[in-house]
T-cell receptor, first 116, second 111 residues
Framework: SAVISQKPSRDICQRGTSLTIQCQVD?????MFWYRQQPGQSLTLIATANQGSEATYESGFVIDKFPISRPNLTFSTLTVSNMSPEDSSIYLC?????????????FGPGTRLTVL | GENVEQHPSTLSVQEGDSAVIKCTYS??????FPWYKQELGKRPQLIIDIRSNVGEKKDQRIAVTLNKTAKHFSLHITETQPEDSAVYFC??????????FGRGTQLTVWP
């Protein structure tokens, strides 16, 4: 498995501002992903963070709202821009780890975001 | 895109009984089906997974079955214990590792 950390663990922000969430892994991984979990809901994939290229966004998510960086194989950031109360969620990063035939996905502890 | 349906949304069982959660998926290209357990305030934890070339997998009290033709898979927990109480999510993975989740099942095990 992989050890994944996220910063911050939680934050309370004012509407109209932006927050950058960091995800750090203890080993080099090819695939990193960002998910959103709204209160009491399931996990929704936001985007795949690719090292050396632009992130690939899922339907309903756009780069202007959720810019992502992936500067190396152990680190990624997700920015939530121009926040509104609807952005209040838990944001989780995940990575694939393991041999190529048994890659499984592990999640970071999440960042709990509240937008006032 | 992939659409994963999960039933039931809530499940209450007596300690020692079995629990079954069922999921269906829509994309025949999906080839990996993990199950996650999420306790309140915690991250999702992988409990078991199955790949499309396998029909069944078991790990102690937990088993998963997969029917590729019907595009459905199920989680079976036997001899349930109060500590099994949590939200369980099924997921289907499309190529390049993208996971699409069901809506979750709140399992409550009564002592």
């Amino acid at each position: 498995s992989a050890v994944i950390s996220q910063k911050p663990s939680r934050d309370i922000c004012q509407r109209g501002t932006s927050l950058t969430i960091q995800c750090q892994v203890d080993s080099q991984v090819t695939m990193m992903f960002w998910y959103r979990q709204q209160p009491g809901q399931s996990l929704t994939l936001i985007a795949t963070a690719n090292q050396g290229s632009e992130a690939t966004y899922e339907s309903g998510f756009v780069i202007d709202k959720f810019p992502i960086s992936r500067p190396n194989l152990t680190f990624s950031t997700l920015t939530v821009s121009n926040m509104s109360p609807e952005d209040s969620s838990i944001y989780l990063c995940s990575v694939e780890a393991g041999t190529s035939s048994t890659d499984t996905q592990y999640f970071g502890p999440g960042t709990r975001l509240t937008v006032l | 895109g992939e659409n994963v349906e999960q039933h039931p949304s809530t499940l209450s069982v007596q300690e020692g009984d079995s629990a079954v959660i069922k999921c269906t998926y829509s994309d025949s290209a999906s080839n990996y089906f993990p199950w996650y357990k999420q306790e309140l305030g915690k991250r999702p934890q992988l409990i078991i997974d199955i790949r499309s070339n396998v029909g069944e997998k078991k790990d102690q009290r937990i088993a998963v079955t997969l029917n590729k033709t019907a595009k459905h898979f199920s989680l079976h927990i036997t001899e349930t214990q109060p500590e099994d109480s949590a939200v369980y999510f099924c997921a289907a993975s499309r190529p390049l590792g993208r996971l699409y989740f069901g809506r979750g099942t709140q399992l409550t095990v009564w002592p």
